[in-house]
């Protein structure tokens, strides 16, 4: 297991999140920066990534499950720098995969993950088994949230935690001598927020959340969370990419998105331990909101004395179209 590339696996329990979009992001990303990067569109029987970027391969995931290909095979480079391998839509045989044909694709990954450095996983929404298992594969497991549904990453977080104990209760049973990890270690994201210091919240809550709610209660297993950082809501540059049928992040190269996911994969790629990424990071992003603090104020300001002005004017137009006073009449004239 340890003679493999580094696994990443992207999960959330709603659909919609961006999920797909930043996994792709991501991989061409780490791609040109550190080398060999295998993306596999693991929403089984809803396989969208080949699709978006317009790629059409001979073989997909169903031909594997179909003894027709060895995983390796279906493995194809992409013009963006990664490699890939694409599932299918509308497969109801993938969506549904017994236990034997899950380790088979699991003993199979392992293998093909050894000629890469990074392997990233696409899973689909959901916490079904299948996807939580998968999920929980990944040294990296990075929920993709919302500020607007905190709810859904907290749903997404809770199922994981609860398979995690219970694979960790069954392994001290079956392996003797086996010290079961008191932590689950989810990495968070948080996708469309107004700006950095909204991603930043956001999570505070939702680590406020988790540790009032079960951290408390599931003694001597725990969730400890670590914030990977936010993307910054663009929803037009998201259709460009479509449109494009590339990345986001090269739709438009020095946008604040790209910016984004570009500072993510610099983290991912560092080899320093994960949670150290959140200190050795702090300053850029206090410097980022500050400066988008700064830019609220004076877009405050500014409203404030447009409003001052609109109302001055009227009170002179007033004054012009007032008429002079009468000249009093003298008391003799009476």
Do not use: W
Not at 228 to 241: I, M, N, T, Y
Not at 307 to 329: D, E, G, K, W, Y
């Amino acid at each position: 297991m340890n003679d493999r590339g580094q696994i990443l696996a992207l999960t959330s329990s709603k659909g919609g999140v961006g999920k797909t979009h930043l996994a792709v992001g991501l991989s061409a990303v780490i791609a040109k920066k550190n080398g060999r990067v295998l993306l596999i569109d693991v929403d089984l029987g809803n396989g969208l990534i080949a699709d978006r970027l317009g790629l059409y391969p001979k073989h997909n995931l169903s031909h594997f499950f179909m003894k027709e290909r060895a995983l390796e095979d279906l493995i194809e480079e992409t013009p963006f720098g990664f490699f890939l391998i694409g599932g299918e839509r509308g497969n109801f045989a993938l969506a549904n995969l017994n236990y034997r044909q899950k380790m088979k694709f699991l003993r199979s990954f392992i293998t093909a993950s050894r000629t890469f450095d990074f392997v990233v996983l696409d899973l689909g929404s959901g916490i079904g088994r299948q996807t939580i298992d998968f999920a929980l594969l990944a040294e990296k497991t990075i929920v993709v949230a919302s500020p607007k549904d905190l709810m859904s990453a907290y749903g997404s977080l809770k199922a994981c935690f609860s398979r995690f104990m219970h694979l960790e209760i069954e392994l001290t049973k079956r392996i003797e001598g086996y010290k079961a990890r008191r932590f689950f270690r989810p990495i968070i994201l948080m996708n469309n927020v107004m700006d950095l210091y909204q991603g930043k919240m956001a999570f505070e809550a939702l680590e406020g959340a988790i540790e009032n709610r079960i951290n408390g209660t599931a003694d001597p297993f725990g969730i400890k969370m670590s914030y990977l950082g936010a993307v910054l809501h663009d929803p037009g540059l998201f259709r460009k990419s479509e449109e494009k049928r590339c990345p986001v992040c090269l739709a438009s190269v020095y946008s604040k998105v790209a910016f984004c996911i570009d500072s993510m994969a610099n983290a991912i790629c560092s080899p320093s331990s994960f949670p150290g990424f959140d200190e050795g990071r702090r300053v850029r992003y206090i410097v980022q909101m500050l400066m988008e603090q700064q830019e609220r104020l004076r877009r405050g300001v500014t409203q404030k004395v447009q409003n001052a002005t609109s109302l001055r004017i009227p009170v002179r137009q007033r004054s012009q179209s007032v008429s002079a006073p009468s000249t009093p009449t003298p008391i003799s004239d009476r």
